[in-house]
């Protein structure tokens, strides 16, 4: 298990702007790492409303799971490592692994038990993760039911760090700020769309 506070900034991009990134920073493919993320939540979505998320995040050939709760500044992430084995058994019953115990412990403390928590979306991303002098930068490519995007991440360690700070970064390749809803909304309101169109047909 481990704790660590998470200091992030987010803005979607095009796909040019994202093939130019990677072709500034020069970019290889042996750089790229792979990440299914599975969301989590109740059914009246309980973690949602306190602004929490919940995920498994499988690797080749490792997993862990977090938790993001969120703080004065950023996000509190709790998480706990997984087998493959483990997340396979949580995805065939589409239930958060029992694993993950000292996540389990801290929604206990909010009265949600494993029994409560279930699917709620899947978004899979290529991402390619390196450090520059503002903090560990981030270029993704996600896929998530029919949809597909681009996004840039900056990680920063300072509290005092402020989104002029990163919209300057921005600046520099000329690239306009989009806010963006986080991965975990995207998916799930992707996956409600979806269910409402497979109602609509029945």
Do not use: C
């Amino acid at each position: 298990m481990s704790e660590e506070i998470e200091i992030e900034f987010k803005s979607m991009l095009t796909q040019n702007e994202y093939e130019g990134l990677l072709r500034y920073y020069d970019i290889t493919s042996d750089q790229f790492v792979i990440q299914t993320n599975l969301y989590f939540d109740t059914a009246d979505f309980q973690l949602k409303k306190q602004g929490m998320g919940l995920r498994i995040r499988r690797f080749a050939d490792s997993a862990e799971a977090t938790l993001k709760i969120p703080r004065a500044v950023g996000l509190l992430e709790v998480t706990d490592d997984l087998t493959l084995a483990e997340v396979d058994r949580a995805l065939e019953k589409t239930r958060f692994a029992a694993e993950a115990g000292e996540i389990l412990d801290r929604l206990k403390q909010l009265s949600i038990s494993l029994l409560d928590l279930h699917l709620i979306g899947k978004l899979i991303t290529k991402r390619a993760e390196f450090i520059i002098p503002e903090g560990k930068l981030a270029l993704d490519e996600s896929w998530y039911g029919e949809m597909h995007d681009f996004e840039l991440e900056l990680e920063v360690s300072d509290a005092d760090f402020a989104e002029d700070e990163f919209n300057q970064l921005l600046k520099t390749f000329d690239l306009p700020y989009r806010k963006t809803q986080n991965k975990i909304a995207r998916a799930v309101t992707e996956q409600q769309q979806r269910e409402k169109e497979m109602e609509g047909l029945q």
